[in-house]
Antibody, heavy 118, light 106 residues
């Protein structure tokens, strides 16, 4: 059974960096892409980027370019999202999601709440 | 970037009603359109892929149609468990979500 289990909630000060994780089971992170999606409180879904297992290349959405880094630890089947230069607008739920058939997101993590506050 | 516009942004409907949500792309995306359902406090759930492919386990009262730039999600015979927010997503070039349509109780 495929499962994506994300790390717990984080509270960060403005200007700092947060790194959250998404541990998969039921498959290997080297088999499928992993995407990250942001959802601000009461708002919609925004695609942030992906890690492509073919060559380990990451692709980022323009809105997050320069502040986001997606990496993986293949030994633990865990994918990481790092977001730097945090500001209050980054307060949001962050979801990992993976497409196993074509280009739609079949499986999702439970979400990680990041709160940016001084 | 491809922009996705959903309408309406919210609607009220009664159990048993037929609900239609539309999604328009800023350019042609062929059939690369997916629909998700999100309930409060939960991750989105994939309902329909490739415009009209109902996912395994999703009730047949849900259906999707369209191609090119205009797409529709229809729920026939709305059930209490269908009250949620629905998002379209294009996967033709990169990935973009619509702003969501909240379906609540009338």
């Amino acid at each position: 059974e495929v499962q994506l289990v994300q790390s717990g909630a984080e509270v960060k000060e403005p200007g700092t960096t947060v790194k959250i994780s998404c541990k998969v089971s039921g498959y290997s992170v080297t088999d499928y892409q992993m995407h990250w999606v942001q959802q601000a409180p009461g708002k919609g879904l925004e695609w942030m980027g992906l890690l492509d297992p073919e060559g380990g290349k990451a692709i980022y959405a323009e809105n997050f370019q320069g502040r986001v880094t997606i990496t993986a630890d293949t030994s633990t089947d865990t994918v990481f999202l790092e977001l730097s230069g945090l500001r209050s607008e980054d307060t949001a739920l962050y979801y990992c999601a993976t497409p196993h058939e074509s280009n739609h997101f079949d499986y999702w993590g439970q979400g990680t709440l990041v709160t940016v506050s001084s | 970037d491809i922009q996705m516009t959903q309408s309406p942004s919210s609607l009220s409907a009664s159990v048993g009603d037929t609900v239609t949500i539309t999604c328009r792309a800023s350019q042609s995306i062929s059939w690369h359109l997916n629909w998700y359902q999100q309930k409060p406090g939960k991750a989105p759930k994939l309902l329909i892929s490739a415009a009209s492919n109902l996912q395994r386990g999703v009730p047949s009262r849900f259906s999707g149609s369209g191609s090119g730039t205009d797409f529709t999600l229809t729920i026939r015979g709305l059930q209490p468990e269908d009250y949620a927010t629905y998002y379209c997503q294009q996967s033709y070039t990169s990935w973009t979500f619509g702003q969501g349509t909240k379906v609540d109780i009338k």
